[in-house]
């Protein structure tokens, strides 16, 4: 039996790449404990500096999957998937690095849900995002919820889940849903340029413009300011920053070595 989740490192990049391609990539509950130890794992990594997410074959991830859904074992299955999958989402978003969603093909139900909820999407023209809960009578999960009406609003999000609307990658990137889309030949090499790119960057302060714009929401204008000073000056302490500040006077680029 292939393991459902590769996870490959590259210098200070590691992609999870979900590896059902036979099912398009649908979760079940092995890949779903698979992905909260990978996850657990990226948080105590020191050297790491940017996470892709994709997935084997012609999906991102297809949602849930659906034969395990059925007999008097469904919803003990479904437990076994939705928990590890939501510390999952919950653990790449707390990560300290910038997280990215490669897209091509099918990305459905927890697949959507998944991928927009990393920090940055890029995604193949014929890409196919939608999310299809209703035909089975049942709500968005791995938090469809909670990103889609920050991303579309409220309306453009009940749009997505009651109308059953699917988007290409052409209209999600209109919609505002992904950073960037590419011919399908060429979202590989454009993932790892980005990829790249993302890795050499000033790591610390990406890690605390990420907390920042993630937390946001819930507070107040006075209580953001106090934690964007608080982020300002620990990122002023940084070596980073420092030849980010010489880079600048000197007129070239800078160097960033993530600490």
Known sequence: MSNPLLVERSGAITRLRFNRPERLN???????ACLREAVDALAQDPDLRCVVLCG???AFMAGGDIAAFQGPQALAEIRHILGPMHEAVAGLAALPVPVLASVQGAAAGGGLSLALGADLV????DARFALGYLKLGTVPDCGGSWVLPRLLGLRGAMGLALLGDELDGRAALAAGLVNRVVPAAELEAATEALAQQLASGPTAAFGRAKALFRSAPGRDLSTQLAAEEEAFLASAGTADFAEGVAAFLGRRRPEFTGK
């Open 122 to 125: 890029i995604a193949a023209e």
């Open 26 to 32: 649908a979760i079940d509950s092995a890949m779903a």
């Open 56 to 58: 084997a074959g012609r």
